[in-house]
């Protein structure tokens, strides 16, 4: 089992940036992807980026160029940087794990992130 947690989330004037920290711990099986995703109010989760162990990266559309995900596979944690933040942007950002070969998949519990004046 795997646990999923975290941090950096808030309050953000459009324009402003945020970075967004995860760290697994439990029974972490590689290779294996890590990434985030959000969904907003009324709206279905969707893709932010996702990142594999060996640093292969896909990022959505929507925040492709003004975003940054990174892994630190020693300390089982991803961070994602995202810069030029609009309002759109608005949503509660969960963290994911996917492991390739064996295991489940595991959200995070969400944090909340606010993109207003």
């Known amino acids: 089992q795997v646990q999923l947690v975290e941090s950096g989330g808030g309050l953000v004037q459009p324009g402003g940036s945020l970075r967004l920290s995860c760290v697994a711990s439990?029974?972490?099986?590689?290779?294996?992807?890590m990434g985030w995703y959000r969904q907003a109010p009324g709206k279905q989760r969707e893709l932010v980026a996702t990142?594999?162990?060996?640093?292969?990266?896909n990022y959505a559309n929507s925040v492709q160029g003004r975003s940054t995900i990174s892994r630190d596979n020693a300390k089982n944690s991803v961070y994602l940087q995202i810069d030029k933040l609009k309002p759109d942007d608005t949503a509660v950002y969960y963290c994911?794990?996917?492991?390739?070969?064996?295991?489940?998949?595991?959200w995070g519990q969400g944090t909340q992130v606010t993109v207003s004046a």
């Open positions: 994911n794990y996917r492991p390739f070969t064996q295991g489940r998949s595991t």
């Open positions: 439990g029974d972490i099986f590689s290779p294996n992807a």
């Open positions: 990142i594999s162990t060996i640093g292969v990266t």
